[in-house]
């Protein structure tokens, strides 16, 4: 059986499906037909539900819920690992509503945790999350927020950290972060989404079992080539939750679910998130 799959070109995303990609573990009778492209352009997609198996923000998933449900392996979350606001030059928190700031795009879970813990700040424009960092560089907008790789090159050029939304969160909930997961089609058999499942955790475990056996593949698609920065990136959102989201990772998701219905009721109550 042929699958669509779309995952990020991130670190953590490519170290957790090397495996399966790369055929170097049993996939059964299931292949692949990969895309790899930046998560909001994913966000897009499941909008369209253009692939079967999907990287997705956890605040794109709540919109498209009826359509898809969440794999229990392959999630970004944790603790000390969310998005960052940041600036060129000393700005307060109360301030950033009379600041533009840069986001990775309208539909990532960043985005939400922006507008849950600053709703004041609505002065945002969308891009490129590598492209963020030069943005507020060059002045074209006073303040930004990162996340994947950039969220370790900042400080070296010169930014200051304005707010971590990730400890505000924690703060907030005592509960891990929630970042992003895989999402598959609602509609495939409980056979196959099972089976997807187990694939993935066993991919992600093969990965942690064989260091460094990921990292050409990493390298060929991240945007920071420094391997310690890589290896970074999969320490702080390859974890755990991971491998098995467990009983607090899925209470972290339905927390943000909950945060979304307080602006949002267009879940529907009844549809299952998570894969059984």
Request: hydrophobic fraction near 40%; proline fraction near 3%.
């Amino acid at each position: 059986m042929k699958l669509k799959l779309a995952i990020s070109s991130c670190p953590n995303d490519t170290f957790m499906f090397d495996a399966i990609i790369n055929k170097k573990i049993d996939t059964g009778n299931y292949s692949f037909d990969l895309h790899i492209a930046d998560v909001e352009q994913l966000n897009k997609m499941a909008f369209n539900a253009e692939s079967d198996i999907s990287k997705i923000s956890f605040h794109s998933f709540f919109k498209v819920i009826e359509n898809y449900q969440l794999l229990n392996s392959g999630s970004a979350l944790g603790k000390n690992c969310g998005p960052l606001i940041i600036s060129k030059r000393k700005i307060y928190q109360d301030e950033l509503s009379d600041c533009k700031i840069a986001i990775p795009g309208e539909n990532t879970t960043a985005n939400m945790l922006m507008h849950i813990f600053f709703p004041e700040a609505t002065n945002k424009k969308a891009y490129l999350f590598s492209d963020i960092e030069d943005v507020v560089l060059s002045g074209e907008c006073d303040a930004g927020l990162v996340i994947h790789e950039t969220r370790f090159t900042y400080e070296k050029r010169g930014l200051k950290l304005i707010a971590d939304l990730g400890n505000l969160w924690e703060m907030k909930f005592n509960l891990p972060i929630p970042l992003g997961g895989i999402a598959i089609k609602r509609d495939l058999s409980e056979k196959v989404k099972s089976d997807i499942n187990d694939i993935l955790k066993s991919s992600i475990e093969f990965a942690f079992a064989n260091p460094g056996s990921a990292m050409n593949f990493m390298k060929r698609h991240a945007v920071e080539l420094n391997e310690d920065i890589i290896n970074k990136h999969v320490a702080l959102y390859v974890n755990n939750f991971s491998v098995d989201l467990g009983y607090e990772g899925k209470k972290s998701v339905e927390k943000l679910m909950d945060e979304y219905r307080k602006t949002n009721k267009d879940i529907p109550e009844s549809s299952p998130l998570f894969v059984k």
